[in-house]
């Protein structure tokens, strides 16, 4: 008869325990995207559409939403227009602080990928 270690327990019941959280305590993360379309409200709230949805605890998840006015918000809006300009893709790490019921970007980049 084969004794597990406290060690080999502890192993098994994270790993199990793991297994049983739900997905969604996963939702925010690195995603990439195909933009679809980029712009901007009057009031500094801007868009990016993005296909496929975000993986997010927010109600709507066709968009990335970001303030313009925030620090480094004018760089994430420049570069998802790049990316839109240029035909290549957008990693988002995606967070769950939502705008309107969309998710914002904690950080993104252009991809070819």
Same mark, same amino acid.
């Given at each position: ?5 406290e ?20 939702? $925010? ?11 901007c409200? $009057?009031?500094?709230? *801007?868009?990016?559409?993005i296909?496929?949805?975000a993986?997010?605890? *927010?109600?709507?998840? $066709? ?12 760089a994430q ?9 240029? $035909? ?9 602080? *939502? ?15």
């Open positions: 008869m084969h004794l597990m270690t060690l080999e327990n502890e192993i098994h019941f994270t790993i199990f325990f793991t297994l049983l959280l739900p997905v969604s305590l996963y939702a $925010s993360g690195a995603q990439t995207f195909e933009v679809e379309f980029v712009g409200f $009057s009031d500094g709230r *801007c868009y990016i559409g296909e496929p949805s993986v997010t605890e *927010c109600v709507n998840k $066709s968009q990335i939403r970001l303030n313009i006015q925030n620090p480094g918000a004018n809006y420049a570069a998802a227009l790049t990316a839109y300009s240029a $035909s290549h893709k957008l990693r988002v790490h995606v967070q769950d602080n *939502c705008i309107n019921g969309y998710p914002t970007p904690d950080y993104l980049h252009v991809t070819k990928e």
